[in-house]
């Protein structure tokens, strides 16, 4: 879950964004895997899905890096923070987000997608198992 306030909005880098509503200072714990809003999901239902549920899934889940049988859906909108090659939030930890420089208010905050996929990021649905 998101642990500062953000707002979305569309972003000049794909389609909605997560935006910082205020500074946030470098080192900040901006986020926190909290398993009792945020879901785990076991990636034989993630597979056994079709349709809308299946597309909403492949877009905004990724990986469990703790657990290679599970993938993430964020219960919160962090779902909608975009990749970086130079990101301001550090995600190398499967369960914290920090900032990784100060982050202005109105500032698109983002990340890099590398780190969810061991050989490069793709969407799920676009991975070969």
């Known amino acids: 879950m998101l642990l500062v306030d953000v707002y979305l909005d569309k972003s000049p880098i ?3 964004g997560v935006f910082a509503k205020h500074h946030i200072p470098k080192g900040t ?3 926190k895997l909290d398993p009792r809003f945020d879901r785990i999901i076991d990636v034989e239902t993630y597979e056994g899905e079709t349709g809308p549920v299946k597309n909403y899934l492949d877009r905004y889940s990724y ?3 703790r657990d290679p049988a599970y993938i993430v859906f ?3 909108d962090a779902r909608y923070m975009n990749h970086d090659d ?3 939030c550090d995600v190398s930890s499967p369960e914290e987000t920090y900032a990784l420089r100060d982050i202005a208010a109105g500032e ?3 990340c890099n997608y ?3 996929f061991e050989t ?3 969407f799920l649905g676009d991975r070969h198992l």
């Open 14 to 16: 794909q389609g909605i």
């Open 29 to 31: 714990l901006i986020w």
């Open 63 to 65: 990986p469990d890096r």
């Open 74 to 76: 964020e219960a919160d």
């Open 86 to 88: 130079e990101p301001n």
């Open 108 to 110: 698109e905050m983002t």
């Open 114 to 116: 590398n780190h969810f």
């Open 120 to 122: 490069g990021f793709d």
